[in-house]
Every structure is written in C-alpha cells, then in structure tokens.
C-alpha cells in the first residue's frame, strides 16, 4: 500500500483538514472572570480540542502569571485573546450566540444539550458563520440580558444536585463536543448525490401507476391505498436521479414484456 507524503496531493486530508477549520470561526467569551486560574484552563481547554478564539469581557485579572501558568503551554491562546467592555463587542459578526448555563431560570429558549445542538453549529460554521460560546462569572454565571443576548440556550447534563462545573470544564465539555461531532461527521467526504427533483418523481410515480395498471396488479375501479403506499415507500428512500431512471427502465421492460422469450 502506498501512502500519499504531500498532503496537498491526498483529497482526502485535504477535505479533513477543511473540515478543522470549521472549529476555526468559534470563539469562546467568558464574562466577567474573577479566577485568572480560570482563564488559563479555558485557554489549555480550548487548544486541547482545536479552538484558538478567546473573548473576555472585563475579566478581574489579565494578563496574568496564573493564567499562563494554568495554560500549560496554550499561552498562544491567552496571548491572541481579546479584552473588551461589553457583550455587544464581544458577539460582534457572530450569526449563532451559545449561552452556557446550568441553572434553569433563563428558560427564555429551548434548552439544549451540546450533543444535541453540535450537528447544526458545525453545519454552520463550514457555512463560514462566526459562533460565539458564551459562559458566566464564576459566583453567579450568566444575566438576564446576558442570556438575552444569545440565540440558543445549552446545559450540560449534570447531577440535578450540584449542577454546576467549574467554568473551564465546563468550556472543556462544549468543546469536545464540538470536536467529537466534527470527527463523526464524514460527509465532506461523500461523493455529491444528485436528488431526483418533484418533477422526476411525479412523473416517476405517474409511469409507476400505468405500468402497475398495465400489468394487471392496480384495479384502478378499487386502487385502495396502493399509489399512496407506494409513494411513501419511495418517499423515504430520497432518490437520486439515477435510480429514478434505473426504475423507469424497468418500468419501460414491464410494459413492454411480451412473456418468455422462445429459446
Ligand atoms: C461556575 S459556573 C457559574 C455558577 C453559578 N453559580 C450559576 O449558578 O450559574 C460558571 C459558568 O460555567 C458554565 N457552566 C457551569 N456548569 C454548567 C452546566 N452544567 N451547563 C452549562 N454551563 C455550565 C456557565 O456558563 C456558568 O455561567
């Protein structure tokens, strides 16, 4: 077996290392941080899993020798991160805004799980949106118009009793939800299907229903329910526009079919 060395020469790692970046438009915003400690897990949290964007919003100490100390070696991170004042600066550009909370009085919107709501923010980030990850202070996490300020809402599961993590693990748990999701999802690798449209398939279910008629299997003066069956069977199976004329071939022999050929 013969291993390709240029990675621009192998399509394959070429798609994978696209598929990376999709974790390059994500930026984690931590609110109003008290433990420097803090900032430098997140920081180790975040390299770990292939994010580099880091936005702190008035953090009580920073820069710090704590944080570059609890960063082990991420101090890229802490370096390239941005201080600004307010929320609005910090969500700036970005379509998508995470609200990371454990507590339940913001039920403002659905509330999610990482693992539920990974999926759709990487199909959003390969659309080159910018995704904002948005935890709270340590003593009391995120406001109300913290909150408020975001699109979506996600716990994560914990103990109903002590539902709270420490703010860099709980950096830590998003994160490797969106790596392990980005590392499952294969589909920049697939081949592009071409779907059959409504029209080929109307006229697909309408070829079906005179060859099933011709051949004696549709009464059409008692049809029951065949058609409409037969079209849910279809339905679910999302054709491809190939497979809709493989089928109309058959179709186009059943009709004409003239019983066994005489040897
Ligand atoms: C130490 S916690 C804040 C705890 C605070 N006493 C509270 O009630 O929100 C700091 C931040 O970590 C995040 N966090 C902690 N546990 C979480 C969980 N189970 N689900 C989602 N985010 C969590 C939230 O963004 C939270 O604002």
Redesign the pocket.
């Known amino acids: 077996m013969t291993t390709t060395q240029n990675p621009s020469q192998d399509p394959a790692l070429l798609a994978g290392l696209a598929a990376n970046d999709a974790l390059d438009v994500f930026r984690v915003v931590l609110s109003h941080t008290s433990h420097p400690g803090n900032i430098g897990s997140t920081a180790r949290a975040m390299k770990n899993m292939g994010l580099r964007h880091l936005v702190l919003i008035n953090p009580k100490e920073f820069p710090s020798e704590v944080a570059t100390s609890l960063a082990a070696g991420a101090d890229d991170v802490l370096a390239n991160a941005r201080v600004v004042s307010t929320m609005e600066e910090a969500l700036a550009g970005t379509t998508l805004q995470v609200a ?4 339940r009085r913001e039920l403002v919107l659905p509330l999610q799980t990482p693992r539920q709501l990974a999926p759709e923010l990487l199909h959003e980030a390969r659309q080159g949106q910018q995704i904002a990850l948005v ?8 406001t109300i118009p913290e909150v408020a300020a975001c699109n979506r809402l ?3 599961p ?1 103990n109903p009793d002590y ?5 860099s693990q ?1 950096v830590q748990v998003l994160c490797y939800e969106l790596r392990a999701a980005q590392l499952d999802d294969v589909s920049y690798l697939e081949e592009k299907r071409e779907h059959a449209t409504h029209e080929q398939l109307e006229l697909f279910y309408t070829h079906l229903e005179q060859t099933l008629t011709d051949i004696g299997f549709l009464k059409p003066h008692a049809p029951k329910r065949l058609m409409a069956r037969m079209r849910r069977m279809f339905q679910r199976a999302t054709l491809e526009k190939d497979e809709v004329d493989i089928l109309r071939g058959v179709l186009r022999a059943a009709q004409e079919y003239r019983g066994p050929k005489a040897d």
Do not use: D
Not at 135 to 142: K, P, R
Not at 163 to 167: E, K, Y
């Open positions: 990371m909370t454990a507590r935890f709270g202070t340590e003593m009391s996490g995120l996600v716990t994560i914990t539902s709270s993590l420490n703010l709980a």
